[in-house]
């Protein structure tokens, strides 16, 4: 079964708002991935997180990865139409395993 | 980042025939190529792993008579669904990665969408 759990599956945002996905694992996790997809398209990589309690920033997006290495968490401020899409965070205790995803759609 | 391509982009088959797809690496040699399936408004589903001169490792569920993988090359693997039926519809994505297991970063194709009329 799936050992990477996401949520919320879905998350319609205002623009202009903040939001976060969660990402949470029943194994201890040697590193997490983030990826997006946007619809219709393929999944697309964003980030890696290998370190304990390490934090990374790309522009309005921030990836954590928690102390125990088993969840994480991407944070987009300012959430704009172009960050539409479906976010998927992976992580592999011994193989890559995707999450289900969270499909975030934006409101002008 | 890596580039990798996926061929066919679409297609459209009958019942019961076969259908060969093609995931290259375009600048780099991936040890390491996965296939992945997924319908729709669904995440990725891990269909097999495979490395280069190796046999694939195909995930519990998955037909191994089915689904033909080989990867003969570091750049190119390629997936055949054999004798295809409506309920293999599907898009079908491959990645890949230049790091044995798959640990490092993957890198996927743009996909395959399979619609077995």
């Known amino acids: 079964g799936q050992q990477v759990m996401q949520i919320p599956q879905y998350q319609h945002v205002q623009e202009g708002e903040d939001f976060t996905t969660y990402c949470n694992s029943s194994?201890?996790?040697?590193?997490i991935q983030w990826y997006k997809q946007r619809p219709g398209g393929h999944p697309v990589f964003l980030i890696q997180l290998v370190k304990s309690g390490e934090v990374k920033k790309q522009k309005r997006l921030t990836f954590q990865f928690g102390e125990a290495k088993k969840n994480s968490s991407l944070h987009i401020t300012a959430t704009q139409t172009t960050d539409v899409g479906t976010y998927f965070c992976a992580g592999d205790p011994d193989k890559l395993s995707f999450g289900a995803g969270t499909t975030v759609t934006v409101r002008a | 980042g890596a580039v990798v391509s996926q061929h066919p982009s679409w297609v459209i088959c009958k019942s019961g025939t076969s259908v060969k797809i093609e995931c290259r690496s375009l600048?780099?040699?991936?040890?390491?190529m996965f296939w992945y399936r997924q319908f729709p408004k669904q995440s990725l589903m891990l269909m097999a792993t495979?490395?280069?001169?190796?046999?694939?490792?195909?995930e519990q569920g998955v037909e191994k008579d089915k689904f033909l993988i080989n990867h003969a090359s570091l750049t190119l693997s390629t997936l055949t669904v054999t004798s295809a039926h409506p309920e293999d519809s599907s898009f079908y994505i491959c990645s890949a990665s230049n790091q044995r297991g798959g640990l490092e970063t993957q890198y996927f194709g743009p996909g395959t969408r399979l619609l077995v009329l």
């Open positions: 495979s490395n280069e001169g190796s046999k694939a490792t195909y």
């Open positions: 194994t201890t996790l040697s590193n």
């Open positions: 600048d780099f040699q991936a040890t390491t």
